[in-house]
């Protein structure tokens, strides 16, 4: 491994490795996971933060054709796979379902280490083994996890989840998709919208409405969708920055087989709330890496282009690498603590967080930049930024609505009245 300052040397990642495990166990765990990802992957050099240097990367959405997102869907379930035959990809799992039964402690510890080494990116699969796969553990039947769960982990497999809708905005409850029995299980129809990975996902964990008669929160299931199956039709959103990254999904006259309900009938909605606790949580586990390089862009900006002149931009700029290094610290004090130890109320807040210092940084830029933040001149570190800007409008909704998560902090975490609540 190179020395450079452009590399990850192994004198860098041993330090990482003491800095990151929290005993000896630990460490003995990390110094097995080095080993292997230095025989199986190469040090990856870390984003620049000198101007003008290698690409901007300042998109905040993996955004990519249609060919080339399959083909980075197979190099991920290829490292996948590699992880997993070696111990490594399942580590926290069920050890009864070929999980390696490890603290959540280890698995961070992995994926920071991971993250210094140039393997495939892990967006087309991270829905499936980040979201739908522990909400599947807590809820499924051993059969669902056996058959359904532990291929995701195994590499064999790609899920999506199948929730949101353009009726319902933030009122996830308020889905229509209904689910009625038909022919020994169920029969869907209707519509999902904003769902990542669904034009190669094997199955998709749907939130349906199997009983109107009930109130909103009760006449929810969950099912299990193949998404291969007939009356399945996906089709690719474009969005502002030019990518077309989500898609919707239509289910008409679906077939769902019985076995695929996942927890009891009217039960979709414990299960909803478990997988949406894990996606919160992946939204404000984001790296603090290209926030950090961000924060670093933008004081360049403002110093050789006269912004700091303004003293009210240089405060903002101040306010804005507080605003990073404080999430940061947060998000350090709660991955020290036992996942069970913490409520999923409190990871919520790590998601407003990193939306917060996704815009803040997002709209410095543009009054910073002035006109060249909306018109391509072709400069480094100009226009890019406005897809930054965009992106950032993406998290407010990603993972729960920033209005909807703010009111759930407020009641669950402050212990505020809660709101009144219409009649039903």
């Not at 249609?66 to 926290?92: N, P």
């Not at 019985?258 to 478990?274: R, Y």
């Not at 913490?342 to 210092?357: G, I, Q, S, Y």
Request: aromatic letters at 8%; a negative charge.
């Amino acid at each position: 491994m190179s020395n450079s300052d452009d590399t990850t040397d192994m004198q860098t990642l041993d330090r990482l490795l003491d800095e990151t495990a929290g005993n000896d166990d630990e460490r003995e765990f990390g110094r097995s996971a080095l080993a292997f990802l230095c025989a199986h992957a190469q040090p990856k050099a870390p984003l620049s933060s000198t101007w003008g240097a290698g690409p901007e990367h300042l998109e905040l959405f993996h955004e990519t054709s249609d060919q080339d997102e399959r083909a980075e869907a197979d190099a991920a379930l290829a490292w996948q796979r590699t992880k997993f035959d070696a111990g490594f990809g399942w580590i926290g799992g069920p050890s009864e379902y070929g999980g390696g039964g490890y603290p959540d402690s280890y698995d961070r510890l992995f994926r920071i280490l991971e993250a210094r080494f140039d393997v495939p990116d892990p967006s087309p699969i991270r829905i499936g083994i980040g979201t739908v796969g522990p909400a599947l553990v807590l809820h499924g039947s051993p059969e669902i996890v056996d058959t359904f769960v532990r291929p995701l982990y195994e590499g064999r497999s790609i899920a999506c989840q199948l929730f949101s809708e353009p009726g319902a905005g933030s009122d996830l409850a308020g889905v229509s998709t209904s689910a009625v029995p038909a022919d020994g299980g169920w029969r869907v129809n209707g519509q999902k919208v904003w769902t990542s990975n669904a034009t190669f996902a094997d199955v998709g964990l749907a939130l349906v409405r199997t009983d109107p008669s009930v109130g909103k929160h009760a006449g929810l299931s969950m099912l299990l969708v193949d998404m291969k199956a007939p009356g399945v039709e996906v089709r690719p959103i474009r969005q502002m920055t030019g990518g077309a990254s989500f898609t919707e999904v239509f289910l008409t006259d679906v077939h769902v087989p019985a076995d695929m309900l996942i927890g009891e009938p009217g039960g979709g909605w414990s299960v909803a709330t478990a997988t949406l606790a894990g996606e919160r949580k992946a939204v404000g586990d984001r790296s603090h890496e290209n926030l950090t390089r961000a924060v670093e862009l933008l004081r360049h900006l403002g110093e050789t282009d006269g912004g700091f002149d303004d003293h009210r931009l240089k405060r903002r700029w101040a306010e804005v690498e507080i605003g990073v290094r404080a999430a940061r610290l947060r998000q350090q004090g709660l991955q020290s603590v036992p996942a069970e130890l913490v409520a999923p109320a409190e990871r919520t807040a790590d998601k407003l967080l990193t939306a917060a210092n996704l815009a803040a940084i997002g709209d410095l830029a543009a009054d910073l930049l002035g006109p060249q933040f909306s018109v391509d001149t072709g400069e480094w570190g100009t226009f890019a930024w406005n897809k930054w800007r965009m992106g950032a409008l993406g998290y407010r909704i990603a993972g729960g609505t920033e209005e909807i998560l703010k009111t759930l902090v407020a009641e669950r975490v402050l212990g505020l009245p809660r709101e009144p609540k219409e009649a039903r």
